[in-house]
């Protein structure tokens, strides 16, 4: 006869729903170890994060030359941006290669992640999926020297093999539009890696019994792409979207090692200003009021993306 809960005496069923020690302790530990790891997380940000933010913020009210003790001047350094010419354009500079870098870094991830998750393979898809994403792997700076060398217009390798194919040598870096190209191929080059492998997940987790029925329903590969995967992993989209425009909206490497912003100011973008500005200059005071113009900036299109995302995404 099988005793149940109901029919065991009141103490006997009570102890029996009891922890044991070992499974009290164990709960414990792992509430710790979470704890732990929330609060490393708020430290890590709050020290590297937070606390430059309100810094920099403090020292854009300051003229500031590291040599001299700071002096407060209030908005002045906000009321001399706003007539700054060079540091208006530069804002116009970084837009433009920030939304050509979005939209070709996000339609590339998609193609490739699109013709990856296609393949029957499972070790092809393993290989392109390591091949896509190491260029992600390599430091920004050294991409960039190297990129300067194939790109170069008179020893570059690219403009050689083109010699040989009897096209005159490109302009890439020494013309604006030719650096800004550049400029943007590269980055997109080297950034796609994590808009695919996104994609790619977010392209595996679609449920199998809504792509059956498309199929049943005679809806075809394009068809289904843009009915069914893409409004399924908006969300995916959405999320890549605002992680590419944060980076492209701080593009730094690139041009300053490239084409040092130039030809002209064809390439300068708000961070090369800003670095010149602060550690070139020694104003650093100005500097940060460009750094704390250019976080605004970034954080009202970033809640324009949200605001899009409204209508355009589709959550399950």
């Known amino acids: 006869m099988v005793v149940t809960s109901l029919d065991a005496a009141p103490g006997k069923a009570l102890v029996g729903r009891r922890r044991s020690p070992g499974a009290r302790r164990t709960k414990r530990q792992e509430g710790l170890f979470g704890y732990g790891m929330i609060g490393l997380s708020v430290a890590f940000v709050t020290v590297f994060t937070a606390i430059p933010i309100l810094a920099s913020l403090g020292l854009s009210f300051f003229s500031w030359d590291v040599i001299s003790p700071p002096k407060f001047v209030g908005i002045a350094n906000y009321q001399r941006l706003v007539a700054d010419g060079a540091v208006v354009q530069s804002f116009g500079v970084t837009v433009g290669l920030a939304v050509a870098i979005v939209v070709l870094q996000l339609g590339v991830g998609l193609v490739l992640a699109v013709l990856v998750n296609g393949l029957r393979r499972n070790g092809a898809r393993t290989f392109f999926r390591t091949v896509f994403y190491l260029p992600l792997l390599a430091s920004t700076a ?121 030809p002209g100011s064809a390439t300068t973008t708000t961070t090369v200003v800003m670095y010149q500005t602060a550690f070139q200059n020694l104003q650093f005071g100005y500097g940060s009021a460009i750094a704390i113009v250019l976080l605004l900036v970034i954080l009202a299109i970033t809640g324009l993306q949200f605001l899009a995302a409204r209508k355009l995404v589709f959550y399950q």
């Open 142 to 262: 050294s991409v960039a020297i190297f990129m300067g060398y194939l790109f170069d217009a008179k020893f570059g390798v690219i403009n050689y093999y083109l010699g040989l194919l009897s096209i005159p040598n490109v302009p890439w870096l020494t013309s604006p539009l030719g650096a800004d190209i550049t400029i943007v191929l590269v980055t997109v080059w080297q950034q796609s890696g994590f808009t695919f492998v996104l994609f790619v997940a977010a392209l595996m987790s679609v449920p199998t019994d809504v792509l059956e029925a498309a199929s049943i329903d005679g809806a075809g590969p394009l068809r289904t792409l843009f009915r069914i995967k893409i409004p399924l992993i908006s969300p995916t989209i959405l999320f890549a979207a605002v992680v590419a425009l944060i980076n492209a909206m701080q593009l730094f490497d690139q041009p300053y090692i490239m084409t040092k912003g130039g």
